[in-house]
């Protein structure tokens, strides 16, 4: 008997959940600086292609106590506008990144802790022109579990 795995890639501009090979970072003292391992992991997300707008209904659930400490938004290419990606709390505004017009990432520092059971959806609100709406869109949600 021959098993096949294929790797089927989402339909471009499609904002997807990338889920990592290793779910927890920092086991061998790495991540980010200032934040102690172990306990520390990325929740990236991402959007091939020319930036789109996008709402997904995709869900990521909080299973655990943890804090979101940093987040990131970047392109690939640059927008000639502001591209602006919300994270939705169990529907409502949570977390606003607003990439500034001709830059290529922004990193922020944050403090927000959702609850056990609260889920997050990811959405793009706003991009560039249809000229240069930015493009190869990423998020990573960077979580440290909390005891």
Known sequence: MTVV???????PNTLEFVQ????FLGFQGTGLPGIS?????ALPFSQRGPATLSSSSQ????????????????????????????????GADWLTLTLAAGDLTVLEDVDLAPAVG????PHVTAIGSP???GADLSVTLWMQLTP
């Open 5 to 11: 795995f294929e790797f089927v890639q989402p339909p």
């Open 20 to 23: 990592p090979e290793v779910g």
């Open 37 to 41: 391992p172990p306990g520390l992991f």
């Open 59 to 90: 869900r990521w659930y909080a299973d655990y106590p943890m804090t979101l400490v940093k987040a990131r938004l970047s392109t690939a290419i640059a927008a000639d506008a502001d591209v602006v990606f919300k994270a939705m709390l169990n």
């Open 118 to 121: 609260d889920y997050l959806t």
């Open 131 to 133: 000229a240069a709406p």
